[in-house]
């Protein structure tokens, strides 16, 4: 079964940056679309973020220009830079293919004070 590594996340002021990380076992990893996903209290988990076999990205609305998502085949790693941080980015976030298969890592917490 394939597992997913969620690191990176911490507390961080309005306007900051972070860099999230994500470690996917299993040897097929390049073939895969991966994504960044988030949830944030009372709300549903949403997709923010994508990147193909081939590289090319999606972003959500919300976090596009200002999030940047990359992957190492070699590290079966996929990657998150978040800048320009706002409050209303504070979440737990996760990774999983897309679309997301039923079972998730433990995420990690990103919170952006004002």
């Known amino acids: 079964q394939v597992q997913f590594v969620e690191s990176g996340g911490g507390l961080v002021q309005a306007g900051g940056s972070l860099r999230l990380s994500c470690v996917v076992s299993g040897s097929i990893f390049r073939l895969f679309t991966f994504g960044w996903y988030r949830q944030a209290p009372g709300a549903q988990r949403e997709l923010i973020a994508s990147?193909?076999?081939?590289?090319?990205?999606n972003y959500a609305d919300s976090v596009k220009d200002r999030f940047s998502i990359s992957r190492d085949n070699a590290k079966n790693t996929v990657s998150l830079q978040m800048n320009s941080l706002k409050p209303e980015d504070t979440a737990v976030y996760y990774c999983n293919f897309v679309p997301a298969a039923s079972s998730w890592g433990q995420g990690t917490q990103v919170t952006v004070s004002s």
């Open positions: 990147i193909n076999r081939g590289h090319s990205t």
